[in-house]
C-alpha cells in the first residue's frame, strides 16, 4: 500500500513539474503551413466547403463572402489542377509591397503520372488575429508543366 501511495504522488509531482510552451505566432509561422496543407487536403477529396472556408482575403472566407455557384465552380477547378499524389512544403517568406500580413509558401507537389512541381506558391493572408487564409495559388506553374 506504502508502494502505491508513493508511485501516485511520484507521478503527481512529475505532472506538475511540467509545463507547457506557448509559442508567439510572430516566432513560428505555423498556421499558414497548416492553412495550405487542410487545402491541399481538402482539394484531394474535393471538399468544396472546406476549400472555400480557406480561400479568401483581407473580407474573409469565400464561402461568407461570395455567391456559392461562383464559389463552388472555382473551387472545383482549383481542386481538380491540385489533385495530387503527395506533396512538401519546401518555403516560407514574406510577400514584398503587400498591406496585409502575409506569408509566401512554396510547395512541390506530386501528381499523378509522375509529373512534380516545384516550388508552386500559396500567398497566404491573416484574415483575422487567428485565422489565415489562402489568397492566391501560382496555378500556371502547375498547368504550364503539365
Same mark, same amino acid.
Given at each position: 500500500?506504502?508502494?502505491?501511495?508513493?508511485?501516485?504522488?511520484?507521478?503527481?509531482?512529475? *505532472?506538475?513539474?511540467?509545463?507547457?510552451?506557448?509559442? &508567439?505566432?510572430?516566432?513560428?509561422?505555423?498556421?499558414?503551413?497548416?492553412?495550405?496543407?487542410?487545402?491541399?487536403?481538402?482539394? &484531394?477529396?474535393?471538399? !468544396?466547403?472546406?476549400?472555400?472556408?480557406?480561400?479568401?482575403?483581407?473580407? =474573409?472566407?469565400?464561402?461568407?463572402? /461570395? &455567391?456559392?455557384?461562383?464559389?463552388? !465552380?472555382?473551387?472545383?477547378?482549383?481542386?481538380?489542377? !491540385?489533385?495530387?499524389?503527395?506533396?512538401?512544403?519546401?518555403?516560407?517568406?514574406?510577400?514584398? =509591397?503587400?498591406? !496585409?500580413? &502575409?506569408?509566401?509558401? *512554396?510547395?512541390?507537389?506530386?501528381?499523378?503520372? =509522375?509529373? /512534380?512541381? =516545384?516550388?508552386?506558391?500559396?500567398?497566404?493572408?491573416?484574415?483575422?488575429?487567428?485565422?489565415?487564409?489562402?489568397?492566391?495559388?501560382?496555378?500556371?506553374?502547375?498547368?504550364?508543366?503539365?
Amino acid at each position: 500500500m506504502k508502494r502505491l501511495s508513493m508511485s501516485i504522488m511520484l507521478v503527481a509531482l512529475v *505532472g506538475a513539474c511540467t509545463s507547457r510552451t506557448v509559442v &508567439n505566432q510572430s516566432q513560428f509561422q505555423v498556421a499558414p503551413a497548416l492553412a495550405v496543407e487542410r487545402f491541399l487536403q481538402a482539394a &484531394n477529396t474535393r471538399d !468544396l466547403v472546406t476549400m472555400s472556408r480557406l480561400f479568401g482575403g483581407a473580407d =474573409g472566407a469565400w464561402v461568407d463572402t /461570395r &455567391n456559392r455557384e461562383e464559389v463552388e !465552380l472555382r473551387m472545383n477547378a482549383i481542386a481538380e489542377i !491540385l489533385r495530387h499524389d503527395d506533396y512538401e512544403i519546401t518555403s516560407e517568406g514574406t510577400v514584398p =509591397g503587400t498591406v !496585409l500580413p &502575409n506569408r509566401r509558401i *512554396g510547395v512541390d507537389i506530386s501528381f499523378p503520372g =509522375g509529373l /512534380r512541381v =516545384g516550388d508552386v506558391g500559396f500567398t497566404v493572408v491573416l484574415e483575422s488575429t487567428n485565422r489565415w487564409l489562402i489568397n492566391a495559388i501560382e496555378l500556371t506553374k502547375i498547368t504550364e508543366g503539365a
